[in-house]
């Protein structure tokens, strides 16, 4: 008889060979994250131009800034626009103004925010969700709904052209988006930390700002960035209540310098927002530093 035939083993696939799909695969995740960057770069562009072409015209002298041709490089460049912002009186009195206000706006607005988001989150009692549901309400109205009934109620406390009425409307303004932010943070923060600080022989309140505190300073200090912009830059409900060319602040001090009865220097007028610019600029730099070094902070004391 004849031996039967076996069939040969089968020969494994070798893993190193890469197949023709999983090379496909890989140029074409290759060519997504180019197309991805590529699309990151422009919009990038996009956001930035606006600035540039504002730093860029606040060196071009008037001439240039009229001609037909739109000049991209400040060829020419000269310093006298910003020279004439630095030397108007009126602007540095705005300056006062706009830091004095922003100045109470965080102060205020931290402290009564941040001891808002600890009540309701922290404890609870009658009216907490009435509370938070009012937050949310009062965020839907119009801010230019209430100028009218704000205007009378300072009207009546004699608070009209005066920084501390400014401030105390800015504030009113911007707490109840300032608590919620501050309310996802702190209930972010287990309260079982609280907990073993107190059994390792804490105070209730020297556990907080031993243990919580450090790990909110990141909601305080986004909180804070939220508070200066909205105070350093509102316009509409500064017009209503400063009405006083002496008590302006500088959004009022800028518009100022658009006037109908002549030609308006956009060179100095894209100076002088220039110069409004720097101090936000400096302020998220220097905060934004902090808010890195209060997280790390937070999470070796936690």
Not at 10 to 18: D, L, R, S, Y
Not at 51 to 74: D, G, R
Not at 135 to 150: D, H, K, N
Not at 240 to 266: C, F, H, I, K, Y
Request: charged share 10%; glycine share 6%.
């Amino acid at each position: 008889m004849s031996a039967l035939a076996t069939p040969a083993p089968p020969v494994p696939a070798t893993a190193a060979t890469p197949t023709r799909s999983s090379e496909a695969g890989r140029a074409q995740s290759r060519g997504g994250r180019r197309a991805l960057g590529v699309l990151a770069v422009i919009l990038s562009v996009l956001w930035v131009f606006p600035i540039y072409w504002m730093v860029n015209s606040a060196f071009l002298p008037l001439n240039k800034l009229q001609t037909p041709e739109p000049t991209f490089f400040p060829v020419g460049a000269t310093l006298s626009n910003f020279r004439r912002v630095l030397d108007d009186p009126s602007f540095w009195t705005s300056m006062r103004v706009s830091l004095a206000v922003v100045a109470i706006v965080l102060v205020a607005a931290l402290l009564f925010a941040f001891l808002a988001a600890l009540a309701v989150s922290r404890f609870r009692f009658r009216g907490r969700k009435s509370f938070i549901l009012t937050i949310l309400v009062v965020q839907m109205i119009p801010a230019e709904g209430l100028f009218i009934s704000q205007y009378q109620m300072l009207d009546g406390w004699n608070l009209v052209n005066k920084v501390a009425g400014l401030a105390l409307v800015y504030t009113a303004a911007i707490l109840p988006f300032t608590i919620w932010m501050l309310r996802g943070f702190v209930a972010g923060v287990p309260i079982e930390l609280e907990e073993a600080a107190m059994v390792d022989g804490l105070s209730r309140t020297a556990a907080f700002f031993r243990i919580t505190f450090p790990l909110l300073a990141p909601g305080l200090v986004a909180a804070g960035v939220y508070g200066f912009l909205q105070a350093w830059n509102e316009y509409t409900l500064a017009l209503v209540v400063m009405t006083d060319p002496a008590q302006r602040t500088l959004p009022l001090w800028l518009q100022g310098l658009v006037e109908s009865n002549r030609a308006t220097d956009w060179g100095v007028v894209m100076a002088g927002s220039a110069v409004i610019a720097i101090p936000v600029i400096v302020f998220f730099l220097f905060v934004q530093n902090k808010m890195t070094s209060g997280l790390v902070a937070g999470a070796v004391k936690g």
